[in-house]
C-alpha cells in the first residue's frame, strides 16, 4: 500500500498559478511513476500529468499542456505540480496517485494508478 497525502490547493484568480504538492509513504517512491489527476464537478476522473520514476519522462494532457509542470523529489518521496495561466476550467479536486511497481513504467496510463490521496481542492474564480 501506498499513502499519500496531498497539499497546496485553495483559491485562485484566473491567470494565477499554484503548486501542488503529494508525500507518499509506504513504498519505495523511486520504484512508483506518480501522476495528478482531478475531477470536476459533473466530469470524469482525468490524468493531468505523470511522471517516470526517475523524473526523466512526463506526460500532459492536452488540456494542460503548456502551463502546467509535474515534477518529483525522490529524496523527499514527493511529487509537484505547478500550474501557471489557470481558467476557471481548471477548478476541480486534485489527486495524487502512484502506481504499483510493476506498472511503473505507464506513467502516461490512466489504468495505471492504482493508489490515490484524499484530494485537494483547486478553485479558479475572480
Known amino acids: 500500500q501506498v499513502q499519500l497525502v496531498e497539499s497546496g490547493g485553495g483559491l485562485v484568480q484566473p491567470g494565477g498559478s499554484l503548486r501542488l504538492a503529494c508525500v507518499a509513504s509506504?513504498?519505495?517512491?523511486?520504484?512508483?511513476?506518480a501522476g495528478w489527476f482531478r475531477q470536476g464537478p459533473g466530469k470524469e476522473r482525468e490524468l493531468v500529468a505523470g511522471?517516470?520514476?526517475?523524473?526523466?519522462?512526463?506526460y500532459y494532457a492536452e488540456t494542460v499542456k503548456g502551463r502546467s509542470t509535474i515534477s518529483r523529489d525522490n529524496a523527499k518521496s514527493t511529487v509537484y505540480l505547478e500550474m501557471n495561466s489557470l481558467k476557471v476550467e481548471d477548478t476541480a479536486v486534485y489527486y495524487c496517485a502512484t502506481t504499483p511497481p510493476s506498472l511503473s513504467g505507464y506513467y502516461y496510463s490512466r489504468a495505471a494508478y492504482a493508489f490515490w490521496g484524499q484530494g485537494t481542492q483547486v478553485t479558479v474564480s475572480s
Open positions: 509506504g513504498r519505495v517512491f523511486s520504484e512508483l511513476a
Open positions: 511522471i517516470s520514476m526517475s523524473g526523466v519522462s512526463a
